[in-house]
């Protein structure tokens, strides 16, 4: 078994305990503490233990984690009306405060010491196979979170406090996914985004894909994408060989006619109006020299 205790967070114990109902899913939900940048790690965990709203703590400024339950247990932090599943969801399920306010997303604040802290956090958490995908089928919305679709996430990997069923908080805003922001991860490209935005549009890529990092499902969607097009360009082609051979039937067949027609036409013409038959033979010549092949 992975480690229960986070390495080098701060940890303060509480002794309170949330069984998970092991359905499969693992499982990172993120949250903003509201509270400003000038709040320990150390301050938001007491803060919490004494709510009931036990949680890991995560600073994007110092980098620094905080613990106060080990990783075989559910967090309290989510709302649970009616006694739904929403802390106890899953076979894995943590969730991360993080010291900042939903408003102003702390992935756009994150220090050198944040970064590292960072990827610190996400290989604790990928060593419990949590996925760096998100859970909903859409990316956190921004502060407050108006029109969100509030669900059970769909897939293992990182949910959001703004998405949860049983919910009505918008935290923790348009943070960016976490794990594109450490080091060794490639760096959002807006062309990339762009693109990715097209095939999400026309089915080829799930909007949660959106990242602006050509991954493997984007290369996917992209294959995807070409492959149509070739299938397209086959049948454009196919149409404009049968449009093609459509008008050469019609042009031969009107050159036969007016041949037809300029035959009958000379036979009615009196054998002495030579100037007729000239211009008729020329006609005909012409028609000859322009006929299409089939």
């Known amino acids: 078994m992975p480690d229960l205790w986070m390495p080098g967070a701060i940890r ?13 899913f693992r499982l990172l939900t993120w949250h903003t503490m509201e509270c400003p940048y000038s709040w320990t790690v150390e301050q938001a965990l007491r803060f919490l233990i004494q709510q009931g709203s036990e949680a890991f703590v995560f600073h994007p400024l110092t980098g620094e984690w905080g613990q106060c339950q080990p990783m075989d247990t559910g967090a309290r932090t989510l709302e649970a009306p009616g006694g739904i599943a929403t802390n106890r969801f899953g076979s894995v399920h943590q969730q991360v405060e993080v010291v900042g306010y939903a408003r102003q997303p702390w992935t756009s604040d994150l220090t050198d010491a944040g970064r590292d802290g960072l990827a610190r956090g996400l290989d604790f958490f990928r060593s419990w196979d949590i996925p760096d995908q998100w859970a909903f089928d859409s990316p956190p919305p921004a502060y407050p979170g108006p029109g969100v679709q509030r669900a059970y996430p769909s897939r293992s990997g990182h949910a959001y406090h703004a998405g949860w069923i049983g919910n009505d908080h918008g ?10 922001l450490v080091a060794g991860s490639p760096k959002p490209d807006p062309q990339i985004k762009a693109l990715q935005q097209e095939l999400a549009a026309i089915g080829l890529l799930d909007p949660t894909d959106v990242d602006g990092i050509d991954g493997p499902k984007t290369q996917a969607a992209k294959e995807a994408a070409m492959s149509i097009q070739g299938d397209v360009r086959a049948i454009l082609h196919e149409i404009t060989d049968g449009i093609e051979r459509d008008r050469q039937v019609f042009m031969n067949n ?41």
């Open 171 to 180: 935290d923790p805003g348009a943070i960016a996914a976490p794990w594109t």
């Open 12 to 24: 303060i114990e509480s002794t309170r305990r949330n069984t998970l109902n092991g359905n499969g």
């Open 254 to 294: 009107r050159l036969k006619a007016q041949s037809a027609l300029l035959e009958a036409i000379a036979v009615k013409v009196a054998d002495g109006d030579q100037a007729i038959l000239d211009a008729i033979a020329g006609l005909k010549a012409a028609d000859d020299e322009g006929e299409v092949d089939q």
